[in-house]
């Protein structure tokens, strides 16, 4: 990676990330050694990048820096478009539509060469007709995990036994071709994953929670890790 790129793709790193990273993180990312990054670090305040932190304690941007645009190169392109394509494939309408449209702003912007590029893309993500049906409607999970609204639904475990279950919804992962639910159980006072083909009867309730010591997304991560 040329240094001009690695000194971007460090301010977007920071960028991101509303919280101080260290200097080590950052080194990963960027697949050099730690003290690449500190003079890194050093040119970039020098520049007159709002960089707050120090060495030994971390680092983070003024969230009121504003990061100019750079252009994709070609395995950006790829990865984004496959991931577009994988969100068409295995996500709900709504999401399906959102990927369609970001492409379409990607691809409006690209110069001519880019944009052949895209047309002679030679990954593709396609849905297969084992998949797992759902009952519920994914759109609306997806959106009370965001709205933070419990959910109450009737789920029926392999070997056919159905218990209600009332749910503080955190997230959803893909382990094609089956998705599934991660929220912490009012019934058994634990984190539980929950197979969204086997999850029956979903109503989203009025009810609000907050994030809690012990039972939010962060703890959960921390469990399986």
Not at 95 to 101: D, E, N, P, S, Y
Not at 111 to 122: A, G, N, S, V
Not at 141 to 160: M, N, P, Q, T
């Amino acid at each position: 990676m040329r240094r001009a790129d690695r000194l971007f793709r460090i301010v977007e790193y920071l960028k991101a990330r509303a919280r101080v990273v260290t200097a080590s993180s950052i080194a990963e990312a960027m697949e050099v050694s730690v003290r690449t990054i500190y003079r890194d670090i050093s040119d970039l305040e020098t520049s007159g990048v709002p960089i707050l932190g120090e060495a030994g304690v971390g680092y983070m941007l003024d969230k009121d820096y504003v990061v100019r645009p750079l252009m994709f190169d070609v395995e950006e392109l790829d990865a984004l478009m496959l991931g577009a394509q994988m969100v068409e494939s295995w996500g709900d309408p709504a999401l399906a539509k959102a990927a369609r449209q970001a492409v379409d702003k990607i691809t409006s912007v690209l110069p001519d060469q880019l944009r052949k590029e895209i047309e002679k893309t030679f990954l593709f993500s396609i849905p297969t007709q084992s998949s797992p049906v759902t009952s519920i409607d994914f759109t609306k999970l997806r959106r009370a995990i965001r709205s933070k609204h419990k959910v109450e639904f009737s789920y029926v475990r392999e070997d056919g036994q159905s218990s209600t279950r009332k749910v503080r919804p955190l997230c959803m992962a893909f382990f094609g071709p089956v998705w599934l639910l991660a929220a912490w159980c009012e019934l058994r006072e634990d984190f539980r994953n929950f197979r969204l083909d086997r999850i029956q009867k979903m109503k989203i309730t009025e009810d609000l929670f907050r994030d809690e010591k012990g039972k939010n997304l962060q703890d959960f991560k921390q469990q399986i890790c």
